[in-house]
Structures are given as structure tokens and as C-alpha cells.
């Protein structure tokens, strides 16, 4: 198996990603105001986890 050439995969992302204008920001999008909550996918819940302040008490095995 061939080693994985990660510089050559870089710069074909990258070229894709600089002709697709993933970097370039769309302002008028943006300040358009609230969104169309009407038009949007049904809502979720998501709850984020917080990591534990201390190792005290966590499992391990």
C-alpha cells in the first residue's frame, strides 16, 4: 500500500475549495435578518455535553 500523500491531496482540496468560493463570505445572505423559520427543516433538541471539571469519580473501565 502506497503511503498517503497528504500534500498533494491539500492542494487539490484547497484548489477545489478556492474555485467553489468556500472562503469567501456571503454578506447579503447574512444580514438578511431573522431566519424563515417557516421554510426551515423541523426543529431538534440537541443538548451539548460538558466535559467534567475534575477526574473525581469518573469511570473508567
Not at 500523500?5 to 467553489?20: A, D, F, G, P, T
Not at 467534567?52 to 469519580?57: D, I
Amino acid at each position: 500500500m502506497a503511503k498517503y500523500n497528504h500534500k498533494k491531496s491539500e492542494k487539490k482540496w484547497q484548489e477545489v475549495w478556492q474555485k467553489e468560493g468556500v472562503y469567501e463570505p456571503d454578506f447579503a445572505k447574512a444580514s438578511q435578518g431573522k431566519p424563515d423559520l417557516k421554510s426551515a427543516k423541523k426543529p431538534f433538541y440537541n443538548l451539548m455535553m460538558f466535559p467534567y471539571p475534575s477526574a473525581e469519580g469518573l469511570h473508567v473501565g
